[in-house]
């Protein structure tokens, strides 16, 4: 592609969805933009990224945006943020929130949803451990490719063997055809929703726990600093927040700080903290 | 070096699943059918047991049963690995004593997360 084509759709994606588009990235663009470009008619991915400088197509820049976002997930993904949401976070809540009150989650990156599920699968096992506190989950993503997955929650049946325990899949999880379907009892605290970690969170209200799992790895410092800043806002001065294993909030923010031994993990800074009280 | 069994009537399936198993340190004992894979146990019990479901002579859900009646037979950990996809297989897997159970074609990944999900690895 040429350097001033590569740059146009590299300014693109970063005021669209916040991604960096490096050049180590470029092989990307063949795999990822060559059905568009083949469904607008256009010979090549060089064709396409010409097309869009000239006219200005929101619904295919969009596209184009939605497309080279990588959605790859799993149920339970790295294990330990799930244990540590059953062994810290929950007793946390249940001790801390009245009892008949509501607790709110966020999966912001919730992509196909598995990890709200994998969520929505311990809490249910662990309904007794919550002492009567309600918890609903927010899962979010940018594209609405994943977020229409989400909600109809069917399964391929190589995707409900990566990280999914036998047991589980047999509980929550109904045969359709050659798919498997999340059991609707399952699906009825979460609510699914489109939203572009950019834009403004003063809408979604307030939250106890953030799950902002393996997305800020596509950001540039000065995004993840100022998505970070403003989980913080959104998020209880007792709340958590978990991150992907590849992600910290070090040398990006003082809002957080990362919970001693306790990976992927973090909580509200304390003088954070005393200023919100 | 922990001991897995791999009960399966095709030759090429258990030397596809040896390959994998191997690569996460595993020695493989191979058996064609539950009869064998029975006698195998009798000689020594495995860590853990890769099992088919259709095979000649015994199949898989009766070895199972008939291994956790044997002394010592609660202690392998079995993973099923067949064709049988649908939630009445699976169930009376669980149910036999199975410890987790994976749906043909499986893969590397699968079959390593798999094994990761019940503390083998
Ligand atoms: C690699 S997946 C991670 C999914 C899940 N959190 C996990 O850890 O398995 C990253 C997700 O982030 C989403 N994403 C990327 N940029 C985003 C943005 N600006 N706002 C919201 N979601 C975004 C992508 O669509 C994708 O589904």
Redesign the pocket.
Known sequence: MNSANFEFLANLLLKK???VLSPEKGYLLDSRLGPIARKEGLSSVEELVQSMRTGNDQRLSWAVTEAM??????FF?DRTPFDLFKSEVIPHLAENRRPGSKARIW?????AG??PYSLAMILREERSALRGVQMDILA????DK?IEKAKAGLYSQFEVQRGLPVQLLVKYFQKQGDLWQVDPSLRQNISFKT????NSFQTLGTFDVV?C???LI?FNQQTKTDILNRIASRLAPDGFLFL?AAETVLGLTDAFEPVAGKRGLYKRKAIAQAKVA | MKHCLVVDDSRVIRKVACRILEDMEFSCIEAEDGQQALDKCRQAMPEAILLDWNMPVMNGIDFLKALRNESGGDKPVVVFCTTENDMGHITEALRAGANEYIMKPFDSDILSAKFAEVGLI
């Open positions: 969805s916040g991604h976002t990588t959605n790859e997930t799993f993904r999966c912001a990156a919730a992509s598995q990890e979010s993503d940018i594209s994943v939203f572009n970690l950019l799950f799992r393996n997305v596509y992907g």
